[in-house]
Nanobody, 117 residues
Framework: QVQLVESGGGLVQAGGSLRLSCAAS????????MGWYRQAPGKQRELVAR???????NYADSVKGRFTISRDNARNTVDLQLNSLIPEDTGVYYCNAISVNLQNDYWGQGTQVTVSS
């Protein structure tokens, strides 16, 4: 069973930065794509950023230019750098991974990000 463990969330003032990390229990080369999603209170979970096995990336329009997703193949981690945070970025951030055969979808337990105004 694959485990994804997120870390790095917390409380930060608007304009500040955080770095989230997602550690996988096996090689991230076994995943076709990995991503970060978030869910704000009362809202649906939404895609924030994702990175493919060949390191192609895409971002939600709301975070372009502020967030950066990256992968470290040696450490089996996918990180999300959050800069210029705004209160609307508040939510639980979840790591997601889809297996290379596209048949399995894995989620972490989530990490809370709270941005105060």
């Amino acid at each position: 069973q694959v485990q994804l463990v997120e870390s790095g969330g917390g409380l930060v003032q608007a304009g500040g930065s955080l770095r989230l990390s997602c550690a996988a229990s096996r090689s991230i080369f076994s995943f076709n794509v990995m991503g970060w999603y978030r869910q704000a209170p009362g809202k649906q979970r939404e895609l924030v950023a994702r990175i493919t096995i060949d390191s192609s990336t895409n971002y939600a329009d709301s975070v372009k230019g502020r967030f950066t997703i990256s992968r470290d193949n040696a450490r089996n981690t996918v990180d999300l750098q959050l800069n210029s945070l705004i209160p609307e970025d508040t939510g639980v951030y979840y790591c997601n991974a889809i297996s290379v055969n596209l048949q399995n979808d894995y989620w972490g337990q989530g990490t809370q990000v709270t941005v105060s105004s």
